[in-house]
Structure formats: structure tokens, C-alpha cells
């Protein structure tokens, strides 16, 4: 089985990590890709750590689908790497997830999104079991293990 990834903070522009763990690209068993501690709920500006991390990494998203509810509110594009990347929001969906176009791999990466509020050990905590491969936790499970059946 591969192991995770934690995306570096030298990918990050200042050294500023934005707080990605992704499954080994080999991992497809599972409901989520990785996950996502953003800082704050204002998207566009938590995107855009996020993009550069994963261009870092060879990932080319063109859009991102999220739930409205789990954000204030965000423009329809934001321009990123040279390139607009199109926001697709929801009222209805799963507000611990946010889905990525990957235009270079022609697949959807799903993320679960941990509140930013949330303690840093629990942050850590569903960080790391968002990256686990082979876990078949849902997001909302692993952001709330609480709610996970044994």
C-alpha cells in the first residue's frame, strides 16, 4: 500500500504551509483524496495557498466545486498561476468537501475541508486520516469522528 503525502511548505509562497495532506496517487479505494485545514473561511484567499500547493505538485485545477454554506461568500473565477479557475458553489452538497478539476490528470480530486476553527491536534488528527490509505471514512466522519460508526 503507498503511503500519504504531506505537500511541503517550500511549496508554498513565504514558506506558508497551506495544510494539504493527499493520498498516494496509486490509492483509489476510498471516499475522499486528502484534506485541507484552511485558515479562514474566505475561500479566495485560502485558494490560492492551496492552488500553488498543488501546482507545486503537478496538479492543474480549473475548478472547484463547494458547498456555500461552509464559506463566505466568493466570485464565480479567481485568476491563479496564470489561469482562471472557475468556483462552482452549492447550497445543497457536503460542506466538509470541496471537489478540484485536475486539468493535467483529467480527474477530481475530493478534499475533505477541516474547519478552520477546529483545534490544531483534531485538525492534525483528520489530516492524517484523510490521507490514509484504503480509510472509507466519509468527510463529514472525519471531520466529526465522533459520528463514525466502530
Same mark, same amino acid.
Given at each position: 500500500?503507498? @503511503? ?12 506558508? &504551509?497551506?495544510? !494539504?495532506?493527499?493520498?498516494?496517487? @496509486?490509492?483509489?479505494?476510498? *471516499? ?26 503537478? *496538479? =492543474? ?10 464559506? =463566505? ?6 485568476? @491563479? ?8 458553489? *452549492? ?24 474547519? &478552520?476553527?477546529?483545534?490544531? !491536534? ?20 472525519? !471531520? ?7
Amino acid at each position: 500500500m503507498a @503511503s500519504s503525502k504531506t505537500i511541503p511548505e517550500s511549496a508554498q509562497p513565504g514558506g506558508e &504551509s497551506s495544510r !494539504v495532506r493527499l493520498r498516494a496517487e @496509486s490509492a483509489h479505494v476510498g *471516499f475522499v483524496d486528502g484534506g485541507w485545514w484552511p485558515r479562514s473561511r474566505d475561500l479566495p484567499s485560502e485558494m490560492l495557498p492551496l492552488l500553488a500547493t498543488l501546482a507545486a505538485d503537478g *496538479f =492543474d485545477v480549473r475548478r472547484m466545486v463547494y458547498d456555500m454554506s461552509a464559506w =463566505d461568500t466568493a466570485p464565480r473565477k479567481l485568476k @491563479s498561476g496564470g489561469h482562471v479557475v472557475k468556483l462552482d458553489g *452549492f447550497r445543497t452538497g457536503r460542506p466538509n468537501m470541496v471537489g478540484l478539476i485536475d486539468a493535467t490528470r483529467g480527474r477530481r480530486l475530493d478534499l475533505v475541508v477541516v474547519p &478552520s476553527d477546529t483545534e490544531s !491536534v483534531a485538525a492534525e488528527s483528520a489530516l492524517t486520516m484523510a490521507a490514509l490509505d484504503g480509510d472509507l471514512h466519509s468527510g463529514s466522519e472525519i !471531520v466529526h469522528p465522533e459520528t463514525a460508526a466502530p
